[in-house]
């Protein structure tokens, strides 16, 4: 039966609602405009459930940027078709380098450790270096961060994926550079974090990605990527063959796509299928090769070095065979690119 209050007059809640959840979130800032009810609705967690059922979720873009005095950092949100939908809220807490931000359950983005500068130790005008342990969640559906419980171990500079819904993070560096050689898993269901061991190796950041259910790590500088099987919890190594100094990467179409310093003008490929290791030439652009790799509609994306004076350019991985690069003139972050992720609500 419609009553008076109903979403849409007419209609049963249940089909309004249907209705609604159809609607691309480009258009939202417009419908919350229409009346108290509809922009209540459209906040609230039944919404994102009702969205998930109907199949109509969307995927987008998140860019955390730094303006070019470094004091300015924030994020900005893209849909598929490259509309900028406005900014997210920032991360609790001050600015941090060397941290790790994923996509956890699809939707929502993690973003693990890294350290800050603090004034101390010896020397005129010198500092240190404090490792995090913080851990913060974004959640889209209610545009809020949560703090979610803390690692056992404070780091940065560490590797980090997510594998059968639950998140790794891989060694890197504690307080006062002090190198770790330990893992860390993280179940979303407890809210709880795990210690774990790996083999011992000097990890200077690289990447870990998934692959077959199985956690992938590789440090920069060393030739061993180590395997980590969580149905057996045992880790195998494999030579890659690789000195690596990986500096960004994203993973797309079961590969692995990397900048490295040692291969300027050129993007790293790593075929886990394959157990292969190739790359692809990257035309010049303004301010060199010094790119930021993210995905974007299931293509890789370069960030340029240049913030505001250059668009992004891809590589489609679905129809080329070739590496065909393109100005991609839908997304412009607005400036410096410090990481991205991709959710889908």
Not at 26 to 37: A, D, K, N, P
Not at 48 to 75: A, N, P
Not at 277 to 289: A, C, D, E, K, T
Request: aromatic share 14%; hydrophobic share 35%.
């Amino acid at each position: 039966m419609v009553t008076e209050s109903s979403i849409i007059p007419g209609l049963t809640d249940d089909a309004a609602e249907l209705c609604l959840s159809r609607i691309p979130r480009s258009s939202f800032r417009i419908l919350s405009q229409v009346c108290r009810r509809w922009r209540s609705f459209l906040r609230s967690e039944h919404f994102t459930v009702v969205r998930k059922l109907t199949g109509t979720v969307e995927e987008f873009l998140c860019v955390l940027m730094e303006s070019q005095c470094g004091r300015d950092v924030y994020w900005e949100v893209f849909d598929s078709s490259g509309n900028k939908l406005g900014q997210i809220p920032p991360v609790p807490g001050p600015l941090k380098r060397g941290f790790g931000v994923a996509a956890l359950d699809g939707g929502k983005i993690v973003f693990i450790g890294g350290y800050t500068e603090v004034e101390g130790g010896s020397g005129i005008n010198s500092t240190t270096v404090s490792a995090s342990s913080d851990v913060y969640e974004f959640d889209p559906a209610s545009n809020r961060w949560r703090k979610l419980a803390s690692m056992n171990i404070a780091r940065y500079n560490f590797a980090f994926a997510e594998v059968g819904g639950l998140l790794y993070v891989v060694r890197g560096f504690s307080t006062n550079a002090y190198s770790l050689f330990n893992a860390e898993v993280y179940n979303p269901e407890t809210n709880q974090w795990s210690l774990m061991a790996c083999p011992d190796r000097v990890f200077w950041r690289g990447f870990a990605f998934s692959f077959n259910s199985k956690l992938y790590a590789l440090g920069n500088g060393a030739r061993y990527m180590d395997i980590y099987d969580p149905k057996t919890e045992t880790w195998e190594e494999i030579n890659t063959e690789q000195l690596l100094s990986v500096y960004s990467y994203t993973v797309a179409g079961n590969k692995v796509y990397f900048m490295d310093r040692n291969m300027p003008g050129r993007l790293g490929v790593f075929d886990p299928e394959e157990n292969s290791w190739s790359s692809l030439y990257v035309p010049p652009r303004q301010g060199g090769f010094w790119f930021r790799v993210g995905v974007w509609n299931d293509k890789v994306v370069l960030f340029s070095r240049v913030c505001r004076y250059e668009t992004l350019i891809y590589y489609d991985l679905d129809q080329h065979r070739r590496p065909n690069w393109r100005v991609c003139d839908q997304i412009k972050p607005s400036a410096s690119h410090l990481s991205s992720v991709v959710i889908n609500f």
